[in-house]
């Protein structure tokens, strides 16, 4: 066996091992965000776990994006929130059951209120395998952004983010008032199932793993950083636009 795979037979091991001693200490409802939380760092921590190659192998390539290079991003029918002229935009990928990406929303928020016109921000579709309920409320989303209510459905799903039952979505979807045929009719679709399989495999080709990710103006930015993270890169593009 290669060292490269004994590494990632212990990488696995660690990560179940993680699992079960998280699931042993979260007995209630009211901490399961705090596990999935902490399954989700264990599991970003053994993925950046260096494995050992092979002797005369060539270096390994760091995972994920690399934040100096600008990637070109192509957006694609992504629901945008902004201008079309905007100087910036920013395209995340995000996870409708990750407690990260919902933490991350207010600091969203700021940046639209401190850049206004200058920025504008896309959406991509990452459901998570480690998230079981995730991908119903991708496709929830990607059917009211057919009836041009997406962000309407976004903002609901993360005001209540632990409750993303069936009936739940459809509740929203009534709310906002989508056509309930066509939303039922989209959710079970081909094609919503299309739109968000091709956002996971852009942002596998990316190298992106985990939730959220972010790109401005094609530059790297993961996890739900704080709001000056944000600026620092925002300002340099704004820069270098003139």
């Keep these: 066996m290669s060292d490269s795979s004994n590494g990632r037979a212990i990488v696995i091991a660690a990560v179940l091992v993680s699992l079960s001693i998280i699931g042993g200490s979260f ?28 002797p005369g192998a060539p270096p390994r390539r760091p995972s994920g994006p690399d ?18 002229n905007a100087k910036v935009t920013i395209v995340e990928w995000s996870d409708f059951q990750c407690p990260f990406c919902n933490r991350v929303g207010p600091t969203l928020e700021q940046i639209e209120k401190e850049y206004g016109d200058s920025v504008r921000i896309a959406f991509k579709h990452l459901p998570l395998d480690i998230h079981p309920e995730a991908r119903g409320a991708h496709a929830a989303a990607e059917a009211a952004h057919r009836q041009g209510k997406f962000w309407a459905m976004h903002d609901r799903i993360f005001a ?18 989508l056509d309930l045929d066509r939303y039922r009719k989209d959710v079970a679709s081909a ?4 739109a968000i399989e091709a956002d996971l495999e852009q942002a596998q080709k990316l190298g992106v793993t985990g939730t959220p990710a972010f790109f401005i103006n094609g530059r790297n930015l993961s996890g739900a950083q704080p709001f000056p993270n944000f600026k620092r890169v925002i300002d340099e593009a704004l820069e270098a636009k003139g």
């Design 27 to 54: 007995f209630v409802a009211d901490s399961l965000e705090r596990a999935t939380a902490q399954i989700e760092r264990a599991t970003d921590a053994l993925e950046n776990l260096p494995v050992a190659a092979a």
């Design 67 to 84: 934040p100096a290079r600008e990637y070109k991003i192509e957006l694609g029918s992504a629901p945008v929130r902004g201008k079309s």
């Design 160 to 177: 209540n983010q632990r409750d993303l039952r069936v009936e739940t979505l459809e509740g929203y979807a009534k709310e906002i008032g």
């Design 191 to 194: 094609d919503v199932r299309k």
